[in-house]
């Protein structure tokens, strides 16, 4: 498996954040934008219109060079990801985001996640829990509720993989990390690949 990890530090909703590429040591702040709601039915992994008003970041992931998206809305926080790459890659291909809850530690049991696997764009339901390690499960088969969508495909024009993903700001779902005013919320994303 190849895993590269990004940190983001979103702060508030408002959100101020500091991106740290922890590969690269390279780090940048940025404010996350406040933008235009995405529809359910525009979450199919084709980067359109809807993110000429979110924050771009342009990172490496691993061995990629990748530009990450972010905005939210009212009710919802959206990430997309382009993860460029001159074929598509044998086997399984998927996008993930992890945001902490709240002990400052990421990427370990208890943190809430997103993931996608790359499909030709099909939506699918992207809330997961970490249960640590590399063991991840839907919200839905721990007890919990689906408040996350996600799409991701490999795009043989553009020559790069791409993700949208949309999740509620606050769902109440104890399986969810709660992003309220003012909150603080460190994120991680990257991708596997197997
Ligand atoms: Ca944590
Ligand atoms: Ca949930
Ligand atoms: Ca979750």
Known sequence: MERAKVLARAIGIGLAAVLAITLLAAAVEFTASYGSSIDLGRIDGVLGSDWDDAQRHECRMGKYAAEV???YDDG???????????KEIRGTFE???????????????GDDMLSVVADGGKREKADYYFEGKHDFVLDTRGGGENNATGAGR???VGKAYTFEFRRELASGDAKDVQIEDEAIVDIEYGWSSY
Do not use: N, P, Q, R
């Open 154 to 156: 490999y795009d043989d």
């Open 69 to 71: 998206y972010l905005k």
């Open 76 to 86: 919802f926080f959206y990430v997309a990801m382009v993860i460029h790459t001159s």
């Open 95 to 109: 996008a993930w985001v992890f945001f902490d809850d709240g002990d400052g530690k990421g990427y370990e049991k």
